[in-house]
């Protein structure tokens, strides 16, 4: 019993550990980006624009509310290449059209439509898209205390491109690809959408969430905080800016 009793204690503690190292890091990762957004500062309505690439932004520890990015650019450079398959202008501008004119919705909006309803496919069929989905669901009602007619509303995995469209100007600009004027151009017309198709920051939120299971395959524990902080902290930029562009 006594060894048993360790053991627990001793689990405790490296729990502790770990959460206290945890804060200490957003911490010191919030220190950075107050720091860049006073070296960088932009007037309110690109600030509003930028909001719709939130997600993305904070999943890397990087400011939503300034166009600079803390990672030096070497490593974007060979990020976008591996992952986007950017390189260059034109690759750079073939890649954002898609994202606003396609994007992956094109082809998982139907699949989403499918699960909502309540049909099931074997891992053959959607690999581990499903699993995702069912995991996202559980996760947010249980980190984010969201209800089932929350994601009722939600049909589309649209947020998840236009998230991503948002930051892939944002980083195309930064490494000389497009100019500024072009990255703003790409951003506002996917605020722009995403302003007409969303009807609050937690709809955009879960389909942001949806996009990423369903279309990446992926489990949505590590952009859970990212759900809290955007959606739950008082001086988050979605807190700050309204969905709806016009409000």
């Known amino acids: 019993m006594k060894i048993v009793g360790i053991i627990v204690i001793i689990v405790i503690l490296l729990i502790f550990g770990l959460v206290?190292?945890?804060?200490?890091?957003?911490?010191?990762?919030?220190?950075?980006?107050?720091?860049?957004?006073?070296?960088?500062?932009?007037?309110?309505?690109?600030?509003?624009?930028?909001?719709?690439?939130?997600?993305?932004?904070?999943?890397?520890?990087?400011?939503?509310?300034?166009?600079?990015?803390?990672?030096?650019?070497?490593?974007?450079?060979?990020?976008?290449?591996?992952?986007?398959?950017?390189?260059?202008?034109?690759?750079?501008?073939q890649?954002?059209?898609?994202?606003?004119?396609?994007?992956?919705?094109?082809?998982?909006?139907?699949?989403?439509?499918?699960?909502?309803?309540?049909?099931?496919?074997?891992?053959?069929e959607v690999g581990k898209s499903q699993e995702c989905y069912e995991s996202a669901q559980e996760a947010i009602m249980k980190r984010l205390s969201f209800e089932k007619a929350d994601f009722d509303r939600v049909n589309t995995i649209a947020a998840w491109d236009f998230d991503r469209a948002v930051n892939i100007a944002r980083w195309s600009h930064v490494l000389g690809y497009i100019t500024e004027d072009q990255a703003w151009g790409y951003i506002e017309r996917a605020a722009d959408d995403a302003s007409r198709i969303f009807h609050s920051w937690k709809d955009y939120f879960i389909s942001f969430a949806f996009g990423r299971a369903l279309a990446y395959e992926g489990y949505i524990y590590d952009i859970i905080w990212n759900g809290k902080e955007l959606l739950g902290e008082a001086d988050s930029i979605w807190n700050e800016f309204s969905i709806k562009r016009s409000a």
């Open 95 to 124: 890649t954002l059209e898609w994202l606003l004119t396609e994007g992956h919705r094109a082809k998982f909006d139907q699949l989403l439509t499918a699960l909502q309803a309540g049909q099931t496919f074997t891992e053959d």
């Open 20 to 93: 206290t190292a945890s804060k200490r890091i957003e911490k010191k990762n919030k220190k950075l980006r107050k720091e860049m957004e006073m070296a960088n500062p932009l007037p309110k309505e690109k600030q509003h624009l930028l909001a719709y690439g939130a997600n993305l932004s904070l999943y890397r520890s990087e400011s939503p509310r300034i166009l600079p990015v803390k990672v030096d650019h070497e490593t974007l450079k060979e990020g976008l290449s591996s992952v986007w398959d950017i390189s260059n202008p034109e690759e750079a501008v």
